[in-house]
């Protein structure tokens, strides 16, 4: 599903924190545990350049546990990144991340480390930003996009944090990570389709968490299609209209609400592994289709000059 959720307010937000970094000493980009691959914003890594980053993986406790710690050894080897996996519930250690984030600039000791705290919108930012200061200073909500401005915050210690808008990049080139994001609600409901993610779900369920489907539907077996899928489910949860037929926007629905509120247990949905698989696959995506532009826009140009050519000969004709 190809995204391009990228209001006004995003654009605005990323002229600011590009115009802010140059005073920032670190950064800390919080992701979603349950895909870090599809919550990590590339337009983030450009804007901070070497920057040190601190990789939070939020809501962890309803990411598979052996994942994330594969997903944090992952991370933790790239250059001038360090990683944590952090719950809303472990207050201890989201207040350590400041000081995580402290001893990444060592050079600074002593003196006050500005800290960015960015991420795409519903990962959990504002709630690490309201553990790490104490006190209730960031919107918090179900909704992505609640926070719409930079705040500055002394949080003790000589750190003081910098709240940021959530923002995503102007276009998810990877259809797989715009399905993940829609399902997890890191994309507007008036963006998406709910029909088509929850396809997308009952796909991704299917191959990788069949049992968890079995029992939450009560299923004896798994559909072999899709479409049979999500009308088992709808069946199972009183989706239907007339002449009995599912509903299915309503039984993707229930499918997308129950997989993102942990109603299917705990989940990741990537792995390293399958992130390097979907970089290439895209990689060559974008590079087939930036050629088939260049054909296009070529073959545009040529028939513009040869518009303009047969012009030029009808006024040499004509006089």
């Given at each position: 599903m190809a995204i391009q959720w990228f209001p006004g307010h995003m654009h605005k937000a990323r002229l600011e924190m590009q115009a802010t970094l140059p005073k920032v000493d670190v950064l800390i980009e919080v992701l979603d545990a349950r895909i870090p691959y599809s919550s990590e914003n590339p337009m983030l890594q450009e804007l901070r350049g070497n920057k040190p980053c601190l990789k939070v993986l939020a809501k962890s406790d309803l990411a598979d546990e052996a994942r994330t710690k594969q997903w944090v050894e992952f991370l933790d080897q790239m250059e001038n990144v360090r990683a944590r996996a952090v719950t809303t519930e472990d207050i201890p250690t989201i207040r350590r991340l400041k000081h995580t984030a402290a001893r990444m600039v060592p050079h600074r000791e002593g003196r006050t480390v500005t800290?960015?705290?960015?991420?795409?919108?519903?990962?959990?930012?504002?709630?690490?930003?309201?553990?790490?200061?104490?006190?209730?200073?960031?919107?918090?909500?179900?909704?992505p996009a609640v926070t719409k401005q930079q705040q500055r915050v002394p949080i003790g210690d000589s750190v003081t944090l910098l709240d940021t808008p959530g923002v995503m990049w102007p276009n998810v080139e990877n259809p797989n990570s715009g399905y993940r994001l829609a399902i997890l609600g890191s994309i507007k409901e008036t963006a998406m389709d709910y029909a088509d993610i929850g396809f997308f779900a009952a796909k991704c369920m299917a191959q990788d968490f069949?049992?968890?489907l079995r029992e939450r539907y009560h299923l004896e077996q798994i559909p072999d299609s899709e479409l049979e899928l999500i009308e088992a489910i709808g069946r199972k949860r009183g989706c239907l209209g007339k002449h009995n037929t599912v509903d299915l926007d309503r039984a993707?629905?229930?499918?997308?609400?129950?997989?993102?509120?942990g109603g299917m247990g705990r989940l990741t949905l990537e792995t390293p592994e399958s992130m390097k698989h979907e970089r290439k696959r895209t990689a060559i995506a974008v590079a087939e289709k930036a050629e088939r532009d260049r054909e296009k826009d070529a073959k545009r140009k040529k028939r513009f000059r040869d518009k303009q050519k047969a012009a030029r000969k009808a006024r040499e004709h004509g006089r």
């Open positions: 800290v960015m705290v960015a991420g795409i919108p519903n990962v959990g930012k504002s709630t690490l930003i309201n553990v790490l200061a104490g006190r209730k200073i960031a919107k918090t909500g179900n909704t069949p049992e968890r993707s629905r229930i499918l997308v609400t129950e997989l993102r509120s």
